[in-house]
């Protein structure tokens, strides 16, 4: 779902201005965009899935529910919600009475840094990488993987048969995994 913003090009002015006037369509934004480097994220402090997600969902949830984006400026909407999630995991951790030492500290710093990049410099790559499929492969690729269409309703929507849409795709993800291949977390965070 990520990868959906980029082909739709979503900017974090479109989320905010979305959640301002009060409209849902902000909060599945936001998710499509933040939501796998979040868990990622958090995954880096917890090493535990499950309760990563947990929080990422309970941070957009409380984002949402107590419109903390109103006093967002989209050039820190980024930051704002990596550093929401730091401080969810570092508390959760305190929690459960699990102390860091400091390498484990200097490591989660990096990690960051890291889901920053996969974020911000990722999303840049893939749509290049996107840009880059012929047209009806593109749009198979942003149909099935990105949209979740079933592979009947992307033939009816492009007018192909279903062995034709099986056929651009496996063309399609070859392609994505071949350019993408120097960032092959990319290709799996965005298209897996």
Not at 71 to 86: D, G, M
Request: proline share 1%.
């Amino acid at each position: 779902m990520l990868a959906k913003l980029l082909l739709n090009m979503v900017s974090n002015q479109s989320i905010i201005d979305n959640m301002q006037r009060g409209d849902k369509k902000g909060m599945d934004l936001l998710f499509s965009r933040y939501y796998k480097p979040l868990v990622l994220f958090g995954n880096a402090y917890l090493n535990d899935i499950h309760t990563s997600e947990d929080i990422v969902q309970d941070k957009f949830i409380q984002f949402w529910n107590e419109k903390l984006y109103e006093n967002i400026n989209s050039k820190s909407l980024s930051s704002y919600l990596f550093t929401l999630v730091k401080n969810a995991c570092l508390n959760h951790i305190k929690k459960n009475d699990v102390l860091a030492n400091s390498a484990e500290v200097e490591f989660m710093d990096l990690a960051e840094e890291e889901a920053k990049r996969i974020a911000e410099e990722g999303i840049l790559k893939v749509k290049e990488a996107l840009k880059e499929l012929p047209e009806k492969t593109r749009q198979v690729v942003k149909y099935v993987m990105i949209q979740n269409m079933q592979y009947k309703e992307a033939a009816e929507e492009l007018d192909v048969s279903v062995n034709t849409i099986k056929t651009l795709l496996k063309h399609g993800l070859k392609k994505l995994r071949t350019d993408l291949k120097d960032n092959k977390d990319l290709f799996y965070l965005f298209f897996m």
